[in-house]
């Protein structure tokens, strides 16, 4: 059987004309990646559209699909991108009823099968890891799939879920991702403006799951148990991604790098020895922090470490995460500092319990500590996320799914509007940003990001017409 999978874009954009966000920030759809390469390792023809690096209409989609003539065709889709996807199916069963239409991705793994009651355009779900399923279904030409765990197939009409999938206990015996099915990578795709040294970059994924049970984080996908690829197969990543795509520099997109601390100082040891000439970015935890693993950071090539702080009020914080003593963090971020890395804060507005108060104390924090850059998210309660089962206690949700996408308010907690959380939104952003500490950092960053600041300069006029048009 022929595969082929399509990554719907369900744009975050909120401005006219020209879509920069994805200019500045692109990163290929790893999971999809994986499954694609796992298939072609066992034989299965398959291919992907990335509906971000190339956007599409509706129809002009559909046209490709019918013309590539795949037997089957995966959807991996987030919330936000469900529906558009979702629309893609409807017009593909109606021009290509015989096509056999299959959902994955974390809407699916988190609502799960009762998506079938509702849009009968799905014929299956993948449930959980997709690689192993996939392949199953596809072997078994999408018949008996009652036998296949991890698939929502309909029962009488109804959505039924066939059994639950095991993880896979060892991620190194997944191949490499099918980086080679993007046509435009990595020409085509960029890690975050700023966030990176050198050029051509690119993300990967070198863990699964998270052992912490933070009320906003959905882990439907990958559960909340923690496996992680040896250190060994992640400098052969690094290796194969320099060697045939000239990467020289790479973001663990994991949940969080550094959980097991045996792995990291190994995978430093290694890369350090092979001179390889890969610098990176990973997400860290602050309890995880010391001395001695900031200076293996450091001289294995790590450029900047993230932190997600999210609250600068200890009551928030507590109704939502393991709390950290916030005079920690400011010591645990200085010492990143001086160990030589950027530092870059993850925060969140509008959490559940969050008052104008609070709020306001999460920005005067955020202004008193040794970052480089932040990235301040809407609060978003997923499906997937434990905060979602009770969240309507806790203040008004718009349970719109093309919205939830961490760039809209959609819940707006008690004693709140939206029109003050859009107001100390836009001035987190302004008061962190327009201090004379930050002008200098991205000043240097004509050396230190030359790349960055090329990338800039060509987008200048359509970044100055949307301003303008945010301003009127």
């Known amino acids: 059987m022929k595969v ?42 398959a291919e992907i559209i990335d509906c971000y690096a190339s956007p599409m209409t509706a129809e002009a989609l559909v046209a490709e699909i019918i013309r590539r003539a795949p037997d089957v065709v995966g959807f991996s889709c987030t919330t936000s991108s469900f529906l558009e996807g979702y629309g893609f199916a409807a017009l593909l069963k109606e021009r290509a009823p015989g096509i056999v239409t299959v959902f994955g991705g974390a809407h699916a793994c988190s609502v799960g099968v009762g998506l079938l009651d509702r849009f009968p355009a799905i014929d299956y779900l993948v449930i959980g890891e997709g690689e192993q399923t996939f392949y199953e279904l596809v072997a078994a030409g999408c018949r008996g799939v009652e036998a296949i765990p991890g698939i929502g197939f309909r029962k009488d009409g109804v959505g039924t879920l066939s059994g639950v999938r095991e993880l896979i206990p060892d991620l190194d015996s997944l191949p490499f991702p099918a980086y080679h099915r993007l046509p435009q990578f990595p020409r085509r795709y960029t890690l975050p403006l700023f966030s990176f ?20 984080c959905d882990r439907s996908v990958f559960s909340r148990g923690f496996r992680f690829n040896s250190p060994e197969y992640i400098v052969e990543h690094l290796k194969m991604l320099n060697r045939d795509y000239g990467i020289r520099h790479v973001f663990f997109y994991d949940d969080l790098f550094t959980t097991d601390r045996g792995r990291v100082a190994r995978f430093c040891e290694l890369k350090e020895r092979e001179r390889l000439p890969v610098t990176y970015n990973c997400i860290a935890r602050l309890e995880h922090v010391d001395a001695e693993l900031l200076h293996l950071l450091k001289r294995s090539g790590c450029w900047q470490v993230n932190f997600g702080i999210e609250s600068g009020d200890p009551e928030v914080l507590r109704k939502h995460r393991k709390f950290y003593g916030l005079d920690e963090v400011q010591q645990k971020l200085t010492m990143v500092r001086k160990t030589g890395m950027r530092v870059k804060g993850l925060f969140m507005v509008g959490l559940p319990g969050e008052t104008e108060e609070s709020i306001r104390r999460t920005i005067d924090y955020a202004l008193s500590l040794p970052l480089d850059e932040i990235n301040v998210t809407k609060f978003t309660p997923f499906p997937g996320a434990p905060v979602y089962a009770t969240i309507r206690e806790h203040g008004e949700f718009f349970e719109e799914w093309p919205r939830m996408n961490c760039v809209n308010f959609v819940f707006i907690p008690h004693g709140m509007t939206i029109e003050q959380l859009e107001r100390l939104y836009n001035e987190f952003i302004s008061r962190f940003y327009r201090r004379s500490r930050i002008h200098w950092g991205y000043t240097t960053m004509l050396w230190k990001s030359p790349q960055s600041v090329a990338m800039f300069m060509r987008n200048l006029p359509e970044i100055l017409r949307f301003e303008l048009k945010q301003k009127w």
Not at 7 to 27: A, E, R, V
Not at 197 to 214: D, F, M, V, W
Request: glycine letters at 10%; proline letters at 10%.
């Open 197 to 216: 040294p050198t050029a051509p970059n690119t993300s990967i994924i070198s863990s699964r799951g998270c052992p912490y049970q933070c009320s906003y």
């Open 4 to 45: 082929l999978f399509v990554h719907p874009y369900g744009s975050n954009w909120m401005g006219t004309g020209k879509d920069i966000t994805t200019i500045f920030n692109l990163m290929p759809p790893l999971g999809m990646l994986s499954i694609v390469a796992f298939l072609e390792q066992r034989g299965v023809e």
